[in-house]
């Protein structure tokens, strides 16, 4: 990543979230499977109307192929060497792609659309991509169409059995698997003075102001609760409201530089923060510009996520982004989006083809973990509406958002 990418971020006010939910309570660490199956309902603490007013929305129409697709999306979340995913498309297809990195964490992003898509209209929008919980939160309240599921023959063969049927889309018509990934410290080796040991080494006085944590509350309060031995994937509001406060304190005393979306790889980049609250994939994609940067997954735990393409209803180039969502599901181009993100695909026969390019990185941990990885890995429990705004308020006052 270059400083133009740097300044790019500053100027449009990006950064990132993650979150996915459990399917039920009483796991603490979860198998891949059951982890990539823990898709579920959930009011998500955002205010909409009652019951899903999905039920009445039509299936995409089949059409031409458009002359462009508007595709928003988290940064440094495709592909970007020469030919990237895109180019691919645009050859194929004929379609150019605007393709914007607008999504800054799940709230902010929903803040920023609801108004928009409350009148079904998209903005412009043809795809965009959120997290699990999100992604049922727009399917409740009619923000996105239904899947033309004949037009996604790729999506139906290649993707991960687990993956198939969550609880908010259990016949995958409004959403499809982007990528999926850990929540983990991202930090810089040259500035932290050693190994880490622990996630509550992010809490240590020597790091006073160097460090930063999300703005994604399940990430950063399931972090915290996994350093102070609890489990976020089962326990009550309680431990997670202690963590609430634990946060605000290390706030209050300047311990936190301050909390991001997906903009620590700034502070990180210039030094500004040591430590960082962040996403297993950016790492590996900022060790391009400065391999001092480097994911550690703490021993206590770390959390899951997983993120969804949806088409907004209003998008003016619907049927083109089915396309695009069922070219990307060919095991090759998987492949390629795998090899730059460094994510967990949702595609199978990705190893298989990266194997072929790439074989050291076919064997990575962050974008095929280990049975050993994954038993240290967690996903927030679910929340009743009532638990939620509980939460959410706490942290807002902790984060003084």
């Known amino acids: 990543m270059n400083q133009r990418d740097i300044e790019r971020w500053i100027e449009t006010e990006i950064s990132r979230r993650r979150l996915l939910r459990q399917a039920g309570a009483g796991v603490t660490a979860l198998s891949f499977a059951s982890f990539l199956a823990a898709c579920g309902d959930d009011d998500g603490g955002i205010e909409g109307g009652g019951g899903d007013q999905s039920a009445d929305i039509p299936v995409i129409e089949k059409g031409e192929i458009s002359d462009q697709?508007?595709?928003?999306?988290?940064?440094?979340?495709?592909?970007?060497?020469?030919?990237?995913?895109?180019?691919?498309?645009?050859?194929?297809y004929g379609t150019k792609v605007k393709y914007t990195e607008e999504v800054n964490d799940n709230v902010e992003f929903f803040g920023k659309v609801r108004q928009i898509y409350d009148r079904g209209d998209?903005?412009?929008?043809?795809?965009?991509?959120?997290?699990?919980?999100?992604?049922?939160?727009?399917k409740q309240l009619g923000y996105?169409?239904?899947?033309?599921?004949?037009?996604?023959?790729?999506v139906e063969a290649n993707l991960i059995a687990s993956l198939k049927s969550p609880g908010f889309d259990p016949e995958r018509e409004f959403a499809i698997p982007w990528q999926s990934g850990f929540a983990?410290?991202?930090?810089?080796?040259?500035?932290?003075?050693?190994?880490l040991k622990s996630v509550n080494d992010i809490f240590d006085a020597k790091f006073e102001g160097k460090v930063t944590m999300l703005t994604e509350m399940r990430d950063t309060v399931?972090?915290?609760?996994?350093?102070?031995?609890a489990n976020p994937a089962e326990d009550s509001t309680?431990?997670?409201?202690?963590?609430?406060?634990?946060?605000?304190?290390?706030?209050?005393?300047?311990?936190?530089?301050?909390?991001?979306?997906?903009?620590?790889t700034r502070d990180l980049?210039?030094?500004?923060?040591?430590?960082?609250?962040?996403?297993?994939?950016?790492?590996?994609a900022l060790q391009a510009d400065n391999p001092n940067i480097d994911v550690f997954l703490p021993p206590e735990g770390f959390m899951l996520?997983?993120?969804?393409?949806?088409?907004?209803?209003?998008?003016?180039?619907?049927?083109?982004?089915q396309k695009f969502m069922d070219f990307v599901y060919q095991p090759e181009i998987a492949a390629g989006i795998a090899a730059y993100v460094n994510y967990i695909t949702p595609v199978e026969g990705t190893q298989e083809a990266l194997a072929k390019t790439d074989p050291e990185l076919a064997e990575s941990p962050l974008i095929f973990p280990s049975p050993e990885d994954l038993e240290r890995s967690y996903i927030f429990r679910e929340l009743s509406a009532e638990e939620d705004r509980e939460l959410s308020d706490a942290f807002q006052r902790a984060t003084g958002a």
């Open 69 to 92: 697709l508007n595709f928003s999306n988290w940064p440094l979340y495709i592909d970007k060497d020469s030919p990237t995913t895109l180019d691919k498309f645009e050859r194929e």
């Open 122 to 138: 998209s903005g412009g929008r043809d795809l965009h991509v959120v997290t699990d919980w999100m992604a049922s939160k727009m």
């Open 144 to 154: 996105v169409q239904r899947l033309d599921k004949s037009e996604l023959p790729n």
């Open 184 to 195: 983990a410290i991202i930090y810089r080796k040259d500035l932290v003075g050693g190994a």
């Open 222 to 229: 399931g972090l915290v609760m996994l350093g102070d031995g």
């Open 238 to 264: 309680e431990p997670a409201l202690e963590a609430i406060e634990k946060i605000e304190q290390a706030q209050k005393s300047g311990q936190i530089r301050r909390f991001t979306g997906n903009d620590y």
């Open 269 to 284: 980049l210039k030094g500004d923060a040591v430590m960082s609250f962040g996403w297993s994939g950016d790492a590996i």
């Open 305 to 321: 996520w997983s993120d969804n393409m949806q088409i907004p209803v209003g998008a003016p180039n619907a049927y083109t982004a």
